[in-house]
């Protein structure tokens, strides 16, 4: 059973991956964004880095999720939204990491960027939540060498309703559901509450307490 949940989880997102897709040639430095999982017992799908300029957003909190950051939120699928980000003039590189980031585990994404282009993104799903991610919103990239870090919160999309059941839910340690559909949550971005173990969903197992990740943002090398 453990192995089908694996294969499921995998099908769900290899549509999705992408290790490295790039906007233009204005690349001049390279960031290294460091992610931890700080939770107990949520895993993290591939994340999404993007650097851009000043003004993009994934998303405005107390707004509605865009469809490409619901299907992420809902299902880890990070190929839509980054051809979105991509179709902008104002990012500069999208990145993918390779894989799942399960409790206490690291992962660094390499991602270039040009003049101008010295502000980070970045999302990633929380594995098992209805529509849960963690996400960095457009910040500034640290100007020295100095790392800059982060601790995230859980963001909810607001796409799909907190039910806490399987059946609504993408593969990991228990669940194995669908991943996005079109029905409708709350309506808009907000901090998430957490599981309540309402559903299917163990509360000690799997809630936490905000914030969920640690995102470190180093200066890399000039070219």
């Known amino acids: 059973?453990?192995?089908?949940?694996?294969?499921?989880?995998?099908?769900?997102?290899?549509?999705?991956?992408?290790?490295?897709?790039?906007?233009?040639?204005?690349?001049?430095?390279?960031?290294?964004?460091?992610?931890?999982?700080?939770?107990?017992?949520?895993?993290?799908?591939?994340?999404?880095?993007?650097?851009?300029?000043?003004?993009?957003?994934l998303f405005t909190p107390g707004s509605p999720a865009s469809?490409?950051?619901?299907?992420?939120?809902?299902?880890?699928?990070?190929?839509?939204?980054?051809?979105?980000?991509l179709m902008n003039p104002q990012v500069g590189e999208v990145m993918t990491s390779g894989g799942l980031l399960g409790p206490g585990e690291t992962a660094t994404v390499k991602i270039a960027a040009g003049r101008g282009f010295d502000y980070v993104s970045l999302a990633a799903m929380l594995v098992p939540t209805n529509d849960g991610f963690i996400a960095l919103n457009g910040v500034h990239a640290p100007l020295g060498h100095t790392a800059e870090m982060y601790l995230s919160p859980a963001y909810d999309a607001g796409s799909e309703m907190n039910d806490e059941q399987c059946e609504h839910i993408p593969g990991g340690a228990m669940c194995a559901g669908e991943g996005f559909n079109e029905e409708d949550g709350e309506g808009y971005v907000h901090i998430h509450a957490g599981i309540h173990g309402i559903g299917d969903i163990d509360a000690a197992l799997y809630d936490w307490r905000n914030p969920v990740a640690r995102i470190v943002i180093q200066k890399g090398y000039e070219y």
């Open 67 to 85: 469809r490409e950051l619901a299907m992420l939120a809902e299902g880890g699928a990070t190929g839509p939204l980054a051809e979105r980000m």
């Open 1 to 57: 059973m453990k192995f089908k949940l694996i294969i499921l989880m995998g099908c769900i997102l290899s549509v999705s991956l992408i290790s490295a897709v790039s906007y233009g040639e204005r690349r001049d430095r390279t960031y290294d964004v460091t992610v931890t999982n700080m939770t107990q017992g949520q895993t993290f799908t591939p994340i999404l880095v993007v650097t851009h300029k000043r003004g993009v957003h």
